[in-house]
Antibody, heavy 120, light 110 residues
Framework: QVTLKESGPALVKPTQTLTLTCAFSGFSLSTSRMRVSWVRQPPGKALEWLAR???????FYRTSLKTRLTISKDTSKNQVVLTMTNMDPVDTATYYC????????????WGQGTLVTVSS | QSVLTQPPSVSGAPGQRVTISCTGSGSNIGAGYDVHWYQQIPGKAPKLLIYGNNNRPSGVPDRFSGSKSGTSASLAISGLQAEDESDYFC??????????FGGGTKLTVL
């Protein structure tokens, strides 16, 4: 059974750096074709894909946020970490991590999400 | 402004059939990429509902079906039930290699 769970601060101040962790089980990011993505959803709005990391450590970012995002993995801990710099109130959203099998393009398992509010 | 366009809301009475459209472009759906659909109960995480245009994961009732043609896709829900009241999102890949989503459709069961 695949499970994912996001963790991180519920509140960050403008200009601060956000660090989120996705802890997962039921699969390994050292296994071929495994991928973990981050997706966010502002309150009442649509889903927005942010970044992904593959089993072979290939990374890919949303073009409009590329300069602010960094994704990394710790295979031994079954964790993926996303950092987003220079946080702004418009970044207030629920942040999800999700598993994907490369080549399928579908997010077949999602974490419960963690709400991050950006406010001074 | 989402890359994929969905109607903001649809509604139907119990037992009826409703469809939700998802319109993209030649750089996503029209480029041949599969369309996936997610159901999201407010306050909960999205759940994969339809994948690869018209396939249902284990456990999803066959009342849910999907289709794709050209630059558009559709989700159909037949035999509408009160528990189907939820938000629905379509998703595809883009030639930029990003995942793109629709703006979401709120289904109300009258």
């Amino acid at each position: 059974q695949v499970t994912l769970k996001e963790s991180g601060p519920a509140l960050v101040k403008p200009t601060q750096t956000l660090t989120l962790t996705c802890a997962f089980s039921g699969f390994s990011l050292s296994t071929s074709r495994m991928r973990v993505s981050w997706v966010r959803q502002p309150p009442g709005k649509a889903l927005e894909w942010l970044a992904r990391i593959d089993w072979d450590d290939e990374k890919f970012y949303r073009t409009s946020l590329k300069t602010r995002l960094t994704i990394s993995k710790d295979t031994s801990k079954n964790q993926v970490v996303l950092t987003m710099t220079n946080m702004d109130p418009v970044d207030t959203a629920t942040y999800y991590c999700a598993r994907e099998i490369v080549g399928s393009s579908k997010f077949d398992s999602w974490g419960q999400g963690t709400l991050v509010t950006v406010s001074s | 402004q989402s890359v994929l366009t969905q109607p903001p809301s649809v509604s139907g009475a119990p037992g009826q059939r409703v469809t939700i459209s998802c319109t993209g472009s030649g750089s996503n759906i029209g480029a041949g990429y599969d369309v996936h659909w997610y159901q999201q109960i407010p306050g909960k995480a999205p759940k994969l509902l339809i994948y690869g245009n018209n396939n249902r994961p284990s456990g999803v009732p066959d009342r849910f079906s999907g289709s794709k043609s050209g630059t558009s896709a559709s989700l159909a829900i037949s035999g509408l039930q009160a528990e189907d009241e939820s938000d629905y999102f379509c998703q595809a890949q883009d030639t930029s290699l990003s995942a793109v989503f629709g703006g979401g459709t709120k289904l109300t069961v009258l």
